[in-house]
C-alpha cells in the first residue's frame, strides 16, 4: 500500500467537452493513505475530477501523473491495466449485475489474470471485510442498497488498490445506510487505502480530513493547501489572492 | 495530511526505482465464455428468438442437403441392387418416320458379343387387353401387350410380386404376366387360375404380376405373354422391339459402342441404345436445381438470421453501456470488451447453428422415413452449418463489438 511518492499528481489539467470547460487550470496531489473529500455544486466538476484521477479519461490539457506514470505516455491499453492494479471505483448507482453477490464482487479481479477459484475466495474474504459474510451467496437483486453498495467498495478494494475513488457513494442511500458505508470507507482508509469520496453532505465532508472544493471547474479551496479554511462561495479572484 | 504539499508543477521528486509499464493480462478462454454467456442468460427470449433465426437458415441447408444426400444413397442403393451394367437396345424411327423394327435373330447375335452377359427381350404385338370381354376396344388403359422371352426377368433384374414367371410349359398357351401398373389398370390384385383378362379377343389367365422394374419402367404397363403363344395368337411378327443386354461392367462403354450395329446390321443407325441406370441417376439429377434453390433460399435465411443476431448485438451494447463503463473502469481493455461482445455474439449463433443441425437433421430423418430412404446427413454438412455459422456469428458480433470497445469510459458510466 505504501507506493513511494504521490498517488495522484494533476498540473494544470484541463478537460474541455466541446465548448464546455468542465475542469480548469487543476492542480492536486494525493498521497498513499489520505482520505479526501471532494465538495462543490453541482455541475462544478466534481465529477469529471474523479474520472480524471482515476484515468477513466485523459485531460484535454496539463500533465496527469497516476504512480509516476505520466498519462500521456501510456497507451489505452496500458492505461486499464493500471486502472486494473491500481484503482477501485464506487459510483453513487452501484453498477451491480444480477446474479449471485460472490460473483459480482470476485469481477474485480476479473481483468487481473487470477484464476476463478482464487477470485471466489477473495470475494468471500472481502465480503466478510465488509461484514456482509452472511449474504455470499444471494443474489445482488436481493439486497437492500446499502448493501449493494457495500457489495460494491467490497469488489473495488478486491485487489487491494491503493487508491479508492467513490462519487457520490451515500447519494442515493438513506442516511443510516450512507452512515454505514461512510464507515465502511473509514475503516478502508485506516487500512491504509487513499480514499476520493465526492460528497454533497456537509456532514460527511467536515468529519474528513482533506476537503477539496469545487466551482466552474477550478479548486477554490483545499484545506491540505490554503492555511486559512474559506467559506465555500468565495469567488476565484478572492481565492488566487489567499494563494 | 502532513505529507501532502502543492503540485502546481511536478518539482524534483524523490528517487523512484523506474516502474514497468502495466501490462494487460489476457482472460481465460473459461472467463471469456462465462462472462459472454452471463451478458446471453439475462436475456434469455431475446437470445431464444434471434437464435431461432440463426437456426432456421441452418436447418433449411441442413435438411435440403440432408434428403438430397438420402435420396443419392437410396438410388445408389438401388442402383447396386439393380446394377448399373444393362444397357436396352431398341429400334428408333425410320428415315421415313415409321416405327422400324430389329431383326428375329437380334438376339442370338448380341449373345455372340463377348463381353455380353445375358441377353433377353420383348417384341410388341398389335393386341390390346381388357379386364373383359364388355369393354370398348378404345379403352386399352394404355397398356402394351408384349411377347417375352423367358429370361426377360433375370436379364431386366426384376422380380414377381404375385404368382409366376412364364415358363417353357405354359409359354404356348394363353397366359399372362402383368406389369404393376397394368395389373392394377385392370383390376387384377393377384393371379390365379380363375383370374382372366380379355386380351388379343381370347381369354389369358392371369399367372403372375411383376414386381416395379425401375430399369425398364415399360414392363410396369404391359401385359407380357409367351413368344410362341403370341406368334400364334397375336399376329406377332417375332421382331423384336427391346432387346436387353447385361455385360461385364468393365466393358460396358464397348458393348454400347457395338450393339446398335449387332442388332441391326442393316440398319446400325436406327437402333437407339441406351443405359437405364444413366437414365435414372439423370432423373434424380434433375432435382439438383431445385437443391439449389432451396440451398439460396436456406442461405438467405441464415444471412437474414446473422442479421437479427447483430441487432440484438448492437441493441444489447447500447443497453448495457453502464455495464461497459464499470467493466474500463474495472480495468477491462477495449480488447476485452470487444472479446466479451463478439464472444456473445458467437454463443449466440452457435447455439443457433446446433439447434439447426438438430431441426434439420430431425426433418432428414422424418422425410427419409415417409420416403423409405435410408436417412444421411453427411457429417461435412453439419461442420459446413457449424462453420457458416461462426462466419455469420462473426460478421454479426464484429460491428457491435468494435461500438462496445470504442465506447469511452466516462460516456458509458454517465449513460446509466
Ligand atoms: N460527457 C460530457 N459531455 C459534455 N459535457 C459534460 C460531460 N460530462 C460533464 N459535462 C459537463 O461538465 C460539467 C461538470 O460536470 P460534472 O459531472 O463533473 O459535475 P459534478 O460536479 O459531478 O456535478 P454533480 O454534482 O451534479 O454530479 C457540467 O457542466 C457538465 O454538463
Ligand atoms: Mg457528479
Known amino acids: ?243 | 495530511m502532513s505529507r501532502t504539499r502543492p503540485a502546481r508543477a511536478f518539482g524534483p521528486r524523490p528517487v523512484r526505482r523506474p516502474r514497468s509499464q502495466p501490462r494487460p493480462t489476457r482472460m481465460k478462454a473459461a472467463d471469456v465464455l462465462r462472462v459472454g454467456g452471463a451478458g446471453l442468460r439475462t436475456r434469455p427470449t431475446r437470445v431464444l428468438l434471434s437464435a431461432l433465426g440463426i437456426a432456421l437458415g441452418v436447418a433449411a441447408l441442413i435438411a435440403v442437403v440432408g434428403v438430397s444426400a438420402s435420396g443419392r444413397e437410396n438410388l445408389d442403393r438401388r442402383l447396386d441392387a439393380l446394377g448399373t451394367n444393362l444397357l436396352t437396345a431398341a429400334p428408333g424411327k425410320t428415315a421415313t418416320g415409321a416405327a422400324a423394327g430389329l431383326p428375329p435373330d437380334a438376339v442370338a447375335m448380341v449373345a455372340r458379343i463377348g463381353p455380353v452377359e445375358a441377353v433377353s427381350a420383348i417384341g410388341k404385338t398389335g393386341a390390346k387387353v381388357y379386364r373383359n370381354d364388355r369393354i370398348p376396344p378404345q379403352e386399352s388403359g394404355g397398356i402394351g401387350v408384349y411377347a417375352a422371352r423367358l429370361d426377360l426377368p433375370a436379364t431386366v433384374g426384376t422380380s414377381l410380386a404375385h404368382g409366376t414367371w412364364l415358363n417353357p410349359a405354359n409359354e404356348g398357351y394363353p397366359a399372362v404376366v402383368l406389369g404393376p401398373v397394368a395389373a392394377a389398370r385392370l383390376g387384377v390384385r393377384a393371379p390365379g387360375p380363375d383370374v382372366q383378362v380379355w386380351l388379343g379377343r381370347r381369354w389369358f389367365t392371369v399367372i403372375g404380376i411383376l414386381a416395379p422394374a425401375p430399369l425398364a419402367a415399360e414392363l410396369d404397363t404391359a401385359a407380357l405373354v409367351g413368344w410362341p403363344e403370341a406368334r400364334r395368337d397375336l399376329d406377332f411378327d417375332g421382331n423384336p422391339t427391346t432387346v436387353y443386354t447385361r455385360a461385364d461392367n468393365a466393358s460396358i462403354a464397348d458393348v454400347a459402342a457395338v450393339l446398335g450395329a449387332t442388332a441391326n446390321p442393316a440398319n446400325p443407325n436406327e437402333v437407339e441404345v441406351s443405359r437405364p441406370s444413366d437414365a435414372l441417376a439423370a432423373r434424380e439429377a434433375a432435382d439438383d436445381a431445385l437443391n439449389g434453390l432451396l440451398v439460396g433460399l436456406g442461405s438467405v435465411a441464415l444471412l437474414v438470421g446473422g442479421v437479427g443476431v447483430a441487432n440484438t448485438m448492437v441493441i444489447s451494447v447500447l443497453e448495457r453501456r453502464a455495464e461497459i463503463g464499470l467493466r474500463r473502469a474495472l480495468g477491462a481493455t477495449r480488447g476485452h470488451i470487444g472479446t466479451q461482445f463478439l464472444s456473445e455474439a458467437l454463443l449466440l449463433s452457435v447455439l443457433g447453428g446446433a439447434g439447426g443441425i438438430l431441426l434439420g437433421s430431425a426433418a432428414t430423418v422424418g422425410y427419409s422415413t415417409y420416403r423409405h430412404w435410408p436417412a444421411v446427413v453427411p457429417p461435412w454438412a453439419m461442420a459446413g452449418g457449424l462453420v457458416a455459422t461462426l462466419v455469420v456469428g462473426v460478421c454479426a458480433g464484429l460491428y457491435p463489438a468494435l461500438r462496445a470497445a470504442h465506447l469511452a469510459p466516462t460516456e458509458a458510466l454517465a449513460a446509466a
Open chain 1, 1 to 243: 500500500m505504501t507506493a513511494p511518492g504521490p498517488l495522484v499528481e494533476l498540473a494544470a489539467a484541463r478537460k474541455d467537452y466541446g465548448t464546455v470547460t468542465a475542469l480548469d487550470a487543476t492542480d492536486l496531489t494525493v498521497v498513499p493513505g489520505e482520505l479526501v473529500a471532494v465538495v462543490g455544486p453541482s455541475g462544478s466538476g466534481k465529477s469529471t475530477l474523479l474520472t480524471i484521477m482515476g484515468t477513466l479519461s485523459r485531460p484535454s490539457r496539463g500533465t496527469v501523473r497516476i504512480v509516476g506514470h505520466d498519462l500521456d505516455s501510456l497507451t489505452d491499453r496500458r492505461l486499464s491495466a493500471l486502472r486494473a492494479t491500481t484503482i477501485g471505483f464506487v459510483f453513487q448507482q452501484f453498477h451491480l449485475p444480477p446474479g449471485p453477490v460472490v460473483d459480482a464482487v470476485a469481477d474485480g479481479l476479473l481483468y487481473r489474470g487470477v484464476a476463478r477459484r482464487r477470485r471466489r475466495e477473495l470475494a468471500e474474504r472481502a465480503l466478510n471485510r465488509v461484514g456482509l459474510a452472511d449474504r455470499v451467496g444471494h443474489h445482488t437483486h436481493q439486497l437492500s442498497g446499502g448493501q449493494k453498495q457495500r457489495v460494491a467498495i467490497a469488489r473495488a478494494v478486491l485487489g487491494d488498490p491503493p487508491l479508492l475513488l467513490a462519487d457520490e457513494p451515500t447519494g442515493a442511500l438513506d442516511s443510516h445506510s450512507g452512515n454505514v458505508v461512510m464507515e465502511l470507507l473509514r475503516e478502508l482508509h485506516h487500512d491504509g487505502t487513499a480514499v476520493v469520496i465526492i460528497t454533497h453532505n456537509q456532514d460527511i465532508a467536515a468529519a474528513v480530513p482533506r476537503r477539496i472544493a469545487l466551482r466552474d471547474g477550478r479548486i477554490v479551496h483545499d484545506s491540505a493547501v490554503d492555511v486559512v479554511d474559506v467559506a465555500d462561495g468565495v469567488d476565484v479572484a478572492d481565492m488566487e489572492t489567499l494563494r
